[in-house]
């Protein structure tokens, strides 16, 4: 059985930064690609980011080039979204997504 497990969310102001963390359990992590979606209160879950398996590559919602860094760590089977600039409009629940395995979710809220 799989379990992703995210954290490092929290309430931060307009224009801060937080470090966000999934940690997987699963045999040979180093060959799924993870993804970041998010949800916002009332609305559906989009995507944010993604990274393939090495590392090489990545993907991002346009909203968030720029601001937001995905990386992994292969060898803890973790990876981190690094978000920088938050804006109001990231607040919203963020999942880790591997294959079909979802995690329970970490909540960040930007506001003043």
């Known amino acids: 059985q799989v379990q992703l497990v995210e954290s490092g969310g929290g309430l931060v102001q307009p224009g801060g930064s937080l470090n966000l963390s999934c940690v997987a359990s699963v045999d040979s992590f180093k060959r799924y690609a993870v993804t970041w979606f998010r949800q916002a209160p009332g609305q559906g879950r989009e995507f944010v980011a993604s990274i393939s398996s090495d590392g090489h590559t990545s993907n991002y919602l346009h909203s968030v080039e720029g601001r937001f860094t995905i990386s992994r760590d292969n060898y803890r089977a973790t990876v981190y979204l690094q978000m920088n600039s938050l804006e109001a409009e990231d607040t919203a629940v963020y999942f880790c997504?591997?294959?079909?395995?979802w995690g329970r979710g970490t909540q960040v809220t930007v506001s003043s």
């Open positions: 997504n591997l294959e079909q395995f």
